[in-house]
């Protein structure tokens, strides 16, 4: 089964500073990513997904996220971050029917 | 505008009661999910459904049960309430077969078990 890895669990960044999350999967034959954020007292919602071609996913909000093969991961990224971008996000990998979520990097941006 | 309810944003049950919680979607998605969310765990299934009357456990069933009689609708059962069972609760649905789609989430329903 497929599983992904989040390694940081808090993330600290002034507002306006570029962020990176990063997320690893485990190596497959086919891979389908995606990221998710959960704002304050709200359920997730989508901010992209990788399914195939170009390595380079753009998402909402202005964030992106590039699919790596060689090191098997999906960093997440943000040239300048807002306050409005603290949240919990979420790396997911799909494995079979099914999505299965990293344990999450709560994003914390201080003005 | 695409539309995921949980029945309760918070509730409080005592240990050994049965507890229901509801979700309802408008958006005629065959797939319905229930995931439990703690810290530093992330959400983690608990069952799935991807057509009414039809259930697949999770990675995490044991204590839950759930029905589904309806396409709209997916139930969530705590048969007795256990104190390890306080957490948030999420329901998403989904729609079609290829399992890539995006996954629409309600607000969650923040369960305490006394």
């Known amino acids: 089964a497929q599983s992904v890895t989040q390694l940081d669990s808090q993330v600290p960044v002034f507002e306006e500073a570029p962020v990176e999350l990063r997320c690893n999967y485990s190596?497959?034959?086919?891979?389908?990513l995606f990221w998710y954020v959960q704002y304050p007292n709200q359920g997730l919602q989508l901010l992209l997904k990788?399914?195939?071609?170009?390595?380079l996913v753009k998402g909402i909000n202005g964030f992106e996220a590039e699919f790596n093969k060689s090191q098997t991961s999906f960093h997440l990224r943000k040239p300048s971050v807002h306050i409005s971008d603290t949240a919990e996000y979420f790396c997911?990998?799909?494995?079979?029917?099914?999505?299965?979520f990293g344990t999450g990097t709560r994003l914390l941006v201080s003005p | 505008d695409v539309k995921v309810t949980q029945s309760s944003r918070y509730l409080v049950k005592r240990t050994g009661e049965k507890v229901f919680l509801e979700c309802v979607q408008d958006?005629?998605?065959?797939?319905m999910f229930w995931y439990r969310q703690d810290p530093g765990l992330g959400l983690r299934l608990i069952y799935f459904?991807?057509?009414?009357?039809?259930?697949e456990k999770g990675d995490i069933p044991e204590g839950y049960s759930v029905s589904r009689e309806k396409k709209e609708r997916f139930s969530l059962i705590l048969e007795s309430a256990s104190t390890n069972q306080t957490s948030m609760y999420l329901c998403?649905?989904?729609?079609?077969?290829?399992?890539?789609?995006?996954?629409?989430f309600g607000p969650g329903t923040r369960l305490l078990v006394l």
């Open positions: 998403a649905s989904r729609p079609g077969l290829a399992g890539v789609e995006t996954q629409y």
């Open positions: 190596s497959s034959v086919s891979v389908y």
């Open positions: 990788y399914l195939s071609g170009s390595t």
């Open positions: 997911a990998v799909k494995s079979f029917q099914k999505l299965v």
């Open positions: 958006m005629d998605h065959e797939n």
């Open positions: 459904s991807y057509d009414v009357k039809m259930k």
